[in-house]
DNA sequence: CAAAACTGATCCCATTATGCAAGTAGTTTT
DNA sequence: AAAACTACTTGCATAATGGGATCAGTTTTG
């Protein structure tokens, strides 16, 4: 029997499992963006994931167990990709890493408002947004005000206000994999 | 002038500093083993690094201003690396990184006594430890008491008094490169 | 003082990951 | 019936990763 593993280090094999280039943020995209179909992550995503490696991690992150697929009824071969349990427990996360990024990386200021109000908000408010994900992705029933539309009414006003010098991410024209 | 940036999001900016198989796993072991030398990361890694991937993440970690490196004076060719005040700020991501991976990997109890104790700290530990790294590191000054050797007693007490399968991390009878 | 051990790397080479562009088979809309 | 949309797959080139040996100095050891 081989080890699979490098160690049994928790950080060891939390990297082993998420510490690539793509999977936290095709997890970022859903999670914060709520973006469950491929053509969602793969035409919306601010980074441009190539659509191979966007198959290959969502592939991934299902048999890591981070992600479930199932189908939608709208489209026979649409797929829906829910957050699991453990992908929503991400969510401190994410926002120690935004919290981080925006100290100690040159990220713009728009992009960083809502990781700004996540790293404010604090545990209550992750809490919160934790909850919400779980009625969205878990069919969890919901009490709270949504934080989802917190976060994007805070992004939408910075984005409305800003004398950022980066586009408008509603879309720059990104050039879509169909051709001719 | 080309864009070297993906995206302006501290997420994606955190990631591609740091996302990466190997990259927090030296920082952690700075970090948390205290390993200041080249020979001490390549040997008395748990995982294992090849001595290229070492020079590799040494470099760019040093480039990314996450470590600098300096001459040790007992040995001409011995260099010291030490974090700087960006990288000691991650601890609360490894600290969520270890309460994370603790929940949803098949972490050993032994490796994750660590991981735990930050945890249970919280951000108040966190500070502590931050204000001691910076003592070792930066060479500050420190007032209160050692949350390394805390950490580090927490650590021996679960080896001696542990039931788990995992060999104890003391070492592992690893094949060190020099050979014959 | 010569041999051995130690220092931070570097080199070679195989494997794996990434990324772009195009293509596919089926489904829905027009 | 044609066009657009769906989740991918394939081919191919390049870049990153990783294991193992090696290296040129430096220090320690016998």
Redesign the pocket.
């Known amino acids: 029997m081989v080890e699979p593993h490098r160690s049994g280090c928790p950080i060891n094999l939390t990297l082993e499992m998420l510490g690539?280039?793509?999977s936290l943020i095709v997890i970022r995209d859903i999670l914060v963006g709520n973006r469950r179909?491929?053509?969602?992550l793969?035409t919306q995503s601010e980074e441009?994931?190539?659509?191979?490696?966007l198959?290959?991690r969502?592939?991934r992150l299902v048999d890591a167990g981070l992600l479930s697929?199932s189908d939608d009824p709208t489209?026979?071969?649409?797929?829906v990709y829910s957050l699991t349990e453990p992908a929503i427990q991400l969510v401190p996360l994410l926002a120690m890493m935004g919290a981080w990024g925006r100290r100690h990386t040159p990220a713009t200021r728009v992009l960083s408002v809502r990781a700004q109000l996540l790293e404010e908000g604090g545990p209550d408010l992750w809490s919160d947004f934790m909850d919400e994900l779980r009625s969205l992705h878990l069919g969890r029933p919901m009490k709270g005000p949504s934080v989802i539309a917190k976060l994007q009414a805070a992004f939408a006003k910075a984005v409305t206000g800003q004398k950022d010098v980066t586009p408008t991410p509603e879309k720059l024209p990104r050039?879509v994999?169909?051709?001719r």
């Open positions: 690539d280039r793509w179909h491929f053509r969602e793969l441009g994931i190539a659509s191979n490696i198959a290959d969502l592939h697929r489209h026979r071969q649409k797929a050039r994999k169909t051709k």
